[in-house]
C-alpha cells in the first residue's frame, strides 16, 4: 500500500512538469513569440483527451485480471514515454516536427496515466481498513502533490541555476530525464506488491465481472455520474488554481519564472499538509459535508484570490497562492475515498475510468488553456477564478442528494437508529 500511495509521485511530477515548463517549452517546441504558449498549452489540453481512453482500456484490464497488472502497465509505459520526451529534438533541429513529436508522447503519457491514479486509488481504499479509507486513499493525493512539489523544485533549481540560453538548448531536459528514472524506479518496486484483497476475495468467489464497463454504465451508473461531477471540481481547482498559476503570474507580469515557480513549491507544501487531515475528518463526520463545505468555499474565494495575487506584491501572492492550494488539496482528499465508494469491486475502475478520468480530461487538460484564451480575449485577469467559482457552485445540488459513503459515519447511524 506505500508503495502505490508513493507511486502516485510520477504521474503528477510529468503533467505538472509540462504546466511549470511551460513558458519554456512554448519556446522550444512551438518558436516563442504571442501565440506560442497558446500552442503548448493547447498541447496539453489535446493530450489530454487520451486519457479517458487509457482509463478505460486499463480499468478493463485491471477489473477483470487485477490491480496489480494494470499499475504495472501503465507505469512501464509511463516510463518509456518520459525519456523518450528527454531526448526530443527541438525546434531548431527538426523545424515544426519537433511540436508534433513532443504532442504526440504527451499523448501516451496521457493514455498511461489515465488508468494510474484511479488503479492506485481502488487498490488503497481495498486494501485499508474501513474506518481509515479516507485517510489511507488521501495519501495517495499527498504522494501525487509531491510529485508536483518535486517538480517545481527540479524546474525552479534548472531556470536559476543555468543560463537562458542553456535551459532553451539543454536545461529543459533535465527535469524529464529525472522523471523517466524515478518512474523507472517505481515500476521496481511495483514488481513487489501484493494484489488488492478485495480483487483477490472476488477471483476466488468467481464473481468476477466479465463486462465490468457495462456494469458500470448499467448498475452503476449513478456512481459513474457522481464521480463525474466531483472529479469536475478536483480538476478545476488542481489545474487552473494550482498548476496554471505559476505561467498566469509569468504572463501577467507580476514575477518572473523563478519566482514564480518558488512560489508554487510553497503551495504544494500547503497542499501536502492539508490533504490527510482532510482525508481524516471525512473519515470521522463524512465525506458528504466536507464536500460541502470546500464547494462553498470554492464558490466565493477563488475569484477574488487570482486578482489579488497579480496586484498585491508578493506577500499577497503568496497569500492567494496557499488558499487556492488549501481548496485545492482539500478537495482531492475527500474526493479519492469518495468516488472509489460510488462502486463495488467488480467494476471500480472501470466506474472510476468514465466517471473520474472522463471529467479530468474536459475539466483538467482544457482548462489551463481556457483560463489563457479568455484572458487574452477579455483581458480580465480574473476570468480563471470565475472559472472555478462557476464549477464550484455546480456540483453544489449534485453534494446535497449524494448519499454518505464513510464508514464510521454509516456505522454511528446505524447504531443510532437500529430500524434502518
Known amino acids: 500500500m506505500a508503495i502505490a500511495a508513493l507511486s502516485t509521485v510520477v504521474e503528477w511530477y510529468d503533467f505538472t512538469l509540462y504546466i511549470y515548463f511551460v513558458t519554456v517549452l512554448a519556446r522550444v517546441f512551438y518558436g516563442g513569440g504571442a501565440g506560442s504558449l497558446g500552442l503548448a498549452l493547447a498541447g496539453f489540453a489535446i493530450a489530454y483527451l487520451m486519457r479517458p481512453l487509457g482509463a478505460v482500456l486499463l480499468g478493463i484490464y485491471g477489473d477483470r485480471f487485477g490491480r496489480r497488472r494494470a499499475m504495472m502497465?501503465?507505469?512501464?509505459?509511463?516510463?518509456?514515454?518520459?525519456?523518450?520526451?528527454?531526448?526530443?529534438?527541438?525546434?531548431?533541429?527538426?523545424?515544426?516536427?519537433?511540436?508534433?513529436?513532443?504532442?504526440?508522447?504527451?499523448?501516451?503519457?496521457?493514455?498511461a496515466v489515465g488508468g494510474e491514479y484511479t488503479g492506485v486509488v481502488a487498490y488503497l481504499v481495498e486494501g485499508a481498513p474501513p474506518?481509515?479509507?479516507?485517510?489511507?486513499?488521501?495519501?495517495?493525493?499527498?504522494?501525487?502533490?509531491?510529485?508536483?512539489?518535486?517538480?517545481?523544485?527540479?524546474?525552479?533549481?534548472?531556470?536559476?541555476?543555468?543560463?537562458?540560453?542553456?535551459?532553451?538548448?539543454?536545461?529543459?531536459?533535465?527535469?524529464?530525464?529525472?522523471?523517466?528514472?524515478?518512474?523507472?524506479?517505481?515500476?521496481?518496486?511495483?514488481?513487489t506488491m501484493a494484489e488488492s484483497p478485495e480483487f483477490l476475495h472476488h477471483e476466488a468467489a468467481g464473481t468476477l465481472d466479465p463486462n465490468p464497463l457495462a456494469r458500470a454504465v448499467g448498475a452503476e451508473r449513478a456512481g459513474v455520474l457522481r464521480g463525474f461531477s466531483i472529479s469536475s471540481m478536483g480538476s478545476m481547482c488542481y489545474y487552473v488554481g494550482i498548476t496554471y498559476v505559476p505561467a498566469y503570474l509569468v504572463g501577467s507580469g507580476t514575477m518572473g519564472e523563478g519566482a514564480a515557480l518558488w512560489l508554487s513549491t510553497v503551495a504544494a507544501l500547503m497542499v501536502i499538509v492539508v490533504t490527510p487531515l482532510a482525508g481524516a475528518l471525512s473519515d470521522r463526520y463524512g465525506r458528504r459535508p466536507l464536500l460541502l463545505t470546500i464547494a462553498?468555499?470554492?464558490?466565493?474565494?477563488?475569484?477574488?484570490?487570482?486578482?489579488?495575487?497579480?496586484?498585491?506584491?508578493?506577500?499577497?501572492?503568496?497569500?492567494?497562492?496557499?488558499?487556492?492550494?488549501?481548496?485545492?488539496?482539500?478537495?482531492?482528499?475527500?474526493?479519492?475515498s469518495t468516488t472509489a465508494e460510488q462502486f463495488s469491486g467488480a467494476a471500480r475502475l472501470s466506474g472510476l475510468a468514465l466517471g473520474v478520468s472522463s471529467a479530468t480530461a474536459v475539466f483538467g487538460g482544457l482548462s489551463p488553456w481556457v483560463a489563457q484564451a479568455l484572458i487574452q480575449a477579455t483581458g480580465l485577469r480574473w476570468v480563471p477564478g470565475l472559472m472555478i467559482a462557476l464549477v464550484a457552485a455546480a456540483v453544489v445540488p449534485m453534494l446535497w442528494w449524494m448519499p454518505e459513503t464513510a464508514p464510521l459515519v454509516l456505522a454511528r447511524r446505524n447504531r443510532n437508529n437500529p430500524s434502518r
Open 131 to 191: 474506518g481509515k479509507r479516507g485517510l489511507i486513499a488521501s495519501l495517495a493525493s499527498a504522494a501525487s502533490e509531491v510529485g508536483a512539489l518535486l517538480a517545481a523544485a527540479v524546474s525552479a533549481v534548472v531556470v536559476m541555476a543555468i543560463s537562458p540560453a542553456a535551459l532553451d538548448t539543454w536545461g529543459w531536459r533535465v527535469p524529464f530525464a529525472v522523471g523517466a528514472a524515478l518512474a523507472g524506479t517505481i515500476w521496481i518496486a511495483r514488481s
Open 73 to 111: 502497465v501503465s507505469m512501464a509505459v509511463m516510463t518509456v514515454a518520459m525519456a523518450l520526451t528527454a531526448c526530443l529534438p527541438t525546434r531548431a533541429v527538426a523545424g515544426a516536427s519537433a511540436g508534433w513529436l513532443l504532442l504526440a508522447l504527451r499523448c501516451v503519457m496521457a493514455f
Open 296 to 336: 462553498l468555499a470554492g464558490a466565493v474565494l477563488p475569484a477574488l484570490m487570482f486578482p489579488l495575487m497579480i496586484h498585491g506584491g508578493m506577500v499577497p501572492a503568496l497569500g492567494g497562492a496557499l488558499m487556492l492550494a488549501a481548496i485545492g488539496g482539500s478537495w482531492s482528499a475527500v474526493a479519492a
